[in-house]
Structure formats: C-alpha cells, structure tokens
C-alpha cells in the first residue's frame, strides 16, 4: 500500500503543483512520506503560475516558502490530504499586455478544456481501472479518490509585492 500512496504523492505533485512551482525535488517526498507528511522549502514560484487565471497583473518573481502535504497514514479510509503552503513572496508587475489577443484568448480557453478533459479521462480511467483489478486495487482506488475529495488548503503568510512605475518613481 506504501509503494502505491508514495506513486500516488508523487503523481500529485507532479501533475499539479508542477503547474506553479519549478522546483520540486522529489526526492525529498520519498523521504518525507515515510512519516506521513512531506515538507519541501524554498520552491520557486513559475513566472507564468497565474496566467490562466486572467489578472490584471504578472509575477515577476514568487518563492513558497514552506511547502507541507501532509497523508493521513492511521485513518487511511476517512483521512484527508493536507496541503499547507506558508511564506508565500510574490512580486509582480501590472500587465502590459492589456489589449484583446483573439490568439491568447484562443490558448487559454484550449487550456481550461484540456484541463476538463484531462479531469474526465482520469475519472474514467479510475472507473476502468477499478473494474479491472482485484478488491485490494479497488479499494485503493476509492481511498485515492476520498482523499483528493477530501484535500484541505491551507494558505498562511503571503506577502504581495505590486510593483508598477508610478509606485516605483
């Protein structure tokens, strides 16, 4: 069950926070899951992490200072994800780029669609897989899935730089 939940922690943080953060070393979630709780520092915050939330503004530049997912490893059946992220830096820019772009537009909205069908070919994959394997594999699954149901965030000191050239004068 281990070797499942450390593919599975790792598959998480890959697929998802990879999207923001440039810097993940996963091999320190190895270590760190063996205790039931992962804790990674210092990660880089991508330039382009917010872009597809279409804000009047840019990162320049971000750190997350503290990073913690914490796995429920004694109530695996009724336990929830935990993601803590504290000391967040973000310094960012007005937007430059504030007319219409037909093309970004275009982009972002095959973005969001390639996010719901990845959402829906995952669904389907875990309805496929859990019809195909044994009670030990179904029950994993289902343990998987209560627990991304169950994902808790947490979000502590987040500390917003807006840097623009009547402020910087």
Request: proline share 2%; aromatic share 10%.
């Amino acid at each position: 069950m281990w070797r499942q939940v450390h593919s599975f922690t790792e598959w998480l943080l890959n697929k998802y926070l990879a999207r923001y953060l440039s810097n993940v070393n996963l091999h320190q979630v190895h270590i760190g899951l063996t205790q039931g709780s992962v804790e990674l520092e210092n990660l880089k915050l991508r330039e382009d992490a917010l872009e597809n939330f279409n804000l009047p503004f840019k990162i320049v530049d971000g750190t997350v200072g503290k990073l913690v997912l914490q796995v429920p490893v004694a109530g695996l059946s009724s336990g929830s994800l935990v993601l803590c992220l504290s000391d967040l830096n973000i310094r960012a820019t007005p937007y430059q780029g504030t007319e219409y772009d037909p093309v970004k537009e275009e982009e972002q909205r095959l973005a969001a669609l390639n996010l719901k069908l990845e959402a829906l070919e995952q669904q389907i994959y875990q309805k496929l897989y859990a019809q195909s394997k044994s009670w030990l594999s179904s029950f994993a699954s289902s343990y998987f899935t209560s627990m991304i149901e169950n994902l808790k965030l947490v979000i502590n000191d987040v500390h917003f730089c807006y840097m623009d050239s009547v402020s910087v004068a």
